[in-house]
């Protein structure tokens, strides 16, 4: 059974920081992308960044691009977003999915249950 569970997220103020987890188990996710989405209320999930697990290249959205780093340790199948200077706007929940390594959500196939963050002002 596939499954990935974020963790990590809560209430912050402006300029704090985070560090989002997502622990992947039931498959090899080797030939997969890892990647970070958000979606506040009454908007549509927006893509945050991306890993290609066998590389470690990394992609991020104009919106987090300087704030955002994505990483992997491989011996814990485990992917990070550590997100640095957050903004009220960042306030959304964060989910992780493995797919195809697009910004479209449609591209991919497996999907955590996200974890919500909180950016007070």
């Known amino acids: 059974q596939v499954q990935l569970v974020e963790s990590g997220g809560g209430l912050v103020q402006a300029g704090g920081s985070l560090r989002l987890s997502c622990a992947a188990s039931?498959?090899?996710?080797?030939?997969?992308?890892m990647g970070w989405f958000r979606q506040a209320p009454g908007k549509e999930r927006e893509f945050v960044g991306v890993?290609?697990?066998?590389?470690?290249?990394?992609g991020y959205a104009d919106s987090v691009k300087g704030r955002a780093t994505i990483s992997r340790d491989n011996a814990k199948n485990t992917v990070y977003l550590q997100m640095n200077s957050l903004k009220p706007e960042d306030t959304a929940v964060y989910y992780c999915?493995?797919?195809?390594?697009?910004?479209?959500?449609?591209?991919?196939?497996?999907w955590g249950q996200g974890t919500q963050v909180t950016v007070s002002s």
């Open positions: 039931g498959r090899t996710f080797s030939s997969y992308a």
């Open positions: 890993i290609i697990w066998r590389s470690g290249s990394t």
């Open positions: 999915a493995a797919g195809s390594g697009s910004i479209q959500a449609k591209y991919y196939d497996y």
